[in-house]
């Protein structure tokens, strides 16, 4: 593929800006969403390797928001009464859009606060098992000599 502008052949320098601008995306917030796509069920393989709690958390991260901004009313098929139906969802969405919008942003919150607390807890455990762990082999080794 060429790309011409003004008759000049820009391939090279396009393509690399295009490549760049391409990689920027890609190493940022949505290549970690995508990859933590996957379904609950894929976990299974994650408690065999025993990386259960790190991934599942990836995952509880990738999936904290409530985003209903993607969402349609959905069509009613074809013909007079349909479209008054559809007309009508449309209208009740807008009206009642921005009750929704606050609910979401309050249950968005509530989804972060609490995600955030599993994490410190989760870390505060870890820091207590880790310390319990190095305590016991100071002991261990005391008891050795």
């Known amino acids: 593929m060429e790309i011409k502008i003004n008759g000049n052949d820009r391939t090279a320098e396009i393509g690399r800006q295009l490549t760049e601008a391409s990689a920027r995306r890609s190493a940022g917030k949505y290549e970690e969403l995508a990859a933590c796509e996957n379904p609950v069920l894929g976990l299974a393989g994650s408690a065999r390797k025993g990386t259960l709690p790190d991934d599942h958390m990836k995952l509880l991260r990738a999936r904290?928001?409530?985003?209903?901004?993607l969402f349609a009313v959905p069509s009613a098929g074809s013909g007079l009464l349909a479209g008054l139906k559809r007309w009508l969802r449309g209208f009740l969405w807008t009206l009642l859009s921005y009750q929704h919008n606050w609910f979401a942003f309050r249950q968005n919150a509530v989804n972060t606060q609490l995600y955030?607390?599993?994490?410190?807890?989760?870390?505060e455990y870890l820091r207590k098992i880790n310390d319990l762990e190095q305590r016991l082999r100071m002991l261990e080794n005391k008891d050795e000599k």
């Open 64 to 69: 904290l928001e409530v985003d209903s901004s």
């Open 116 to 123: 955030y607390l599993m994490e410190f807890e989760r870390a």
